[in-house]
């Protein structure tokens, strides 16, 4: 028989593909209600972030005149944030091994909840900046688990569509803390930036609760040995019991459980230690390994350093050199923003799977950069200018919005849904915590640098800068990162570890898919020949 040993990304032979055409259907299935569910209640866990973020950009207003600190401080305070999350992306990996996926979410909304209480009763800057430390951690972990916790108990027809809900949540969570900024806003300074940060203890609250009423992840209970309970939860999460027997011995395979132990409980074999794990993802990488590493990070990469936190967090600075000056209004272009982003990430997510994900992702990140031009030229207008100037400030409002929603529509889910799938299984906690690490480390450096950056090269200076990233982002893209859409997450690693020739490899592999089933109509045909 054919070694399948997908995981090893085609080292160990060449896969046998004729069992996972065998249950293709005629119809593309309906999405499974209870996968759907799971994928929710996970992704939630991305509201914390994205209500931080939201609110943030409002509570920075009132926390600068209130506390009496400087642009440094107040942008630091922003940022650090997503360097303090660093701590708990970097550590959920161990933590999900080692307590499941589903504990370590609850964990992530308890840490959050701490957090949220610690800024709303800050006294000062140094507790405030306590707080955000806590909150961080909360951040870390709930950024790392819910997209890998989403694409292990997803169907691989609605993968994409269902590992885009992280992104959809941040989004709300961004639209919340606008809301939550306009809403407290006319309360007394001293008071409502305090409201706006407490109140986002609230959410962690029922997000610790909703969680455990879903399962654990499949891929975590066969790496614990629990093949009974994983079973139960692929036939409840699969799109037909075949699908589930297939998604089966894919995770036996990749724990090196044999394929005749069918008992409810195994015994696993020794797994790498996680010093073996960091040294094949980081010093001893096999050329897939290498490329999938590149990919995930690169992309998580260039998501942030296209600056989206810069246009998010600092809207209400941006919408003032705009021409915007009343802090009511300011909040509620805000509001329009946070409205705008989160309906063309509704649109995204049914697109994922229909379209795939590199034409998305091209065509989100070409948008990006005609936006962010427009962008840099209304704002370079308008700073030059000693009268205002009414095109400039429409052309700089269109395309903040503009440039949030070809965000939405690709470049924003897809990081989240490409590096959850693309690495394999015995990596993939690992793999995630380093995707996720470079995107906080990223969308740090943006948020804390901002204003001091606009003020050194203007701010219609800074856009310029971003468009020329998100440039170089689109060459990244096309040329390193295969089409994973529809693919099993095992078959996924074929497609990587020849770089700028992954064509070559999709179109042979196609190519064998397609001759496989032919063969596979001609023995049906020949079966249901009538017998003379």
């Known amino acids: 028989m054919a070694d399948r040993k997908v995981e090893s990304y085609g080292v160990s032979g060449e896969p046998k593909m004729l069992e996972r055409t065998a249950f293709d259907p005629v119809k593309p299935p309906k999405k499974n209600k209870y996968a759907l569910g799971c994928a929710v209640l996970a992704s939630m866990t991305s509201i914390l972030l994205g209500y931080d973020i939201g609110v943030m950009s409002g509570a920075s207003i009132y926390i600068k005149d209130d506390l009496k600190v400087s642009d440094v401080q107040i942008e630091i305070l922003i940022g650090i944030l997503n360097i303090y999350s660093l701590v708990g992306s970097v550590a959920a990996g161990k933590t999900s091994d080692m307590i499941g996926r589903r504990y370590t979410i609850v964990f992530a909304a308890a840490v959050f909840f701490v957090g949220a209480l610690l800024m709303g009763f800050s006294t000062n800057y140094s507790f405030l900046m306590a707080g ?19 694409a292990e108990v997803s169907p691989a027809s609605s993968r994409g569509f269902l590992t885009s809900f992280p992104e959809v949540f941040i989004n709300a969570g961004i639209l919340l803390g606008y809301v939550s900024n306009y809403g407290f806003s006319k309360m007394p300074a001293h008071l409502s930036w305090r409201f706006m ?28 040995g629990r093949l009974g309970d994983a079973k139960r939860v692929l036939d409840k999460t699969s799109d037909s019991q075949e699908e589930a027997q297939l998604r089966l011995i894919d995770i036996k395979e990749a724990a090196g459980i044999p394929q005749e132990c069918n008992d409810d409980i195994v015994s696993v074999p020794k797994r790498s230690k996680d010093d073996a794990v960091w040294k094949e993802l980081i010093l001893h990488p096999t050329p ?7 990919a995930a990070v690169g992309i998580h990469f260039f998501q942030q350093a296209s600056g989206i936190d810069a246009v998010v967090l600092y809207s209400p600075r941006i919408f003032e050199k705009a021409g915007i000056t009343n802090d009511n ?69 269109a395309g903040v919005l503009a440039y949030v929603a070809f965000f939405s529509i690709g470049m924003g889910p897809i990081t989240w849904v490409y590096s959850s799938e693309v690495f394999p299984l015995r990596l993939r906690a690992q793999g995630c915590s380093m995707a996720v690490a ?39 893209f096309y040329t390193l990162l295969p089409e994973t859409q529809g693919r099993n997450l095992e078959e996924v690693g074929l497609l990587f570890g ?6 070559s490899t999709l179109k042979k592999l196609k190519k064998k898919e397609a001759s496989e089933k032919m063969n596979k109509e001609e023995v049906e045909l020949k079966n249901n020949a009538p017998q003379n």
């Open 132 to 150: 955000r430390f806590v909150a961080g951690i909360g951040v870390g972990y709930a950024l790392m688990i819910a997209p890998v916790y989403t």
């Open 197 to 224: 940060l407490g109140i986002g203890a609230v959410p962690s609250v029922f997000l610790a609760i909703g969680v455990l009423a879903m399962p654990e992840s499949p891929r975590w209970l066969v790496m614990q």
């Open 288 to 294: 897939a390994v290498r490329h999938v590493l590149i």
């Open 329 to 397: 209004e300011k909040l509620l272009a805000t509001v329009a923003v946070g409205f705008t982003k989160t309906c063309f990430i509704l649109v995204a997510t049914f697109l994922l799977d229909k379209i795939g994900r590199r034409p998305l992702l091209l065509s989100s990140v070409g948008g990006m950069i005609v936006s962010l031009f427009l962008l840099g030229t209304a704002l370079t207008v308008i700073d030059q200018s000693d009268h205002k100037v009414t095109w400039a400030v429409a052309m700089a409002i």
């Open 438 to 476: 470079m995107n906080r480390i990223t969308s740090g450096t943006i948020s804390m640098t901002f204003i001091s950056l606009y003020k050194a090269i203007t701010i219609g200076g800074a856009f310029f800068l971003f468009t020329g990233v998100a440039c170089v982002a689109w060459v990244f």
């Open 498 to 503: 020849t770089y700028f020739n992954w064509r």
